[in-house]
């Protein structure tokens, strides 16, 4: 992660106004699972654990595009579950 990335994070999260223009139309793919038994991602919602942390503070954009990742993800998952 760049350090442009980072300052960005943590201007995000502790600005002033910062929960004003949170950004809560996506809802979270979460499902209160959250196992990572040796995978990057979590077996339950299959975003990473830099997904899950910054939910809150992404843009709607990055939002849409992290479903779109996880859906790929879960494909892959099941085709490799095949017997």
């Known amino acids: 992660m760049s350090m442009a990335t980072r300052v960005r994070r943590k201007n ?13 139309t996506v809802p979270s793919p979460c499902l209160s699972v959250c196992i990572f038994d ?5 077996k339950g919602c299959y975003r ?3 997904e899950i942390r910054d939910w809150m503070i992404m843009t709607r954009e990055q939002k849409l ?3 779109e990742q ?3 993800r ?10």
Request: glycine share 6%.
């Open 74 to 83: 879960r494909k892959q998952d099941i085709a490799r579950n095949l017997p």
């Open 48 to 50: 990473n654990a830099d």
């Open 38 to 42: 040796g995978r990057p991602y979590c």
């Open 12 to 24: 995000r999260r502790r600005g002033p106004d910062s929960s004003s223009s949170f950004d809560t």
């Open 70 to 72: 996880l859906d790929t």
């Open 65 to 67: 595009h992290v479903l």
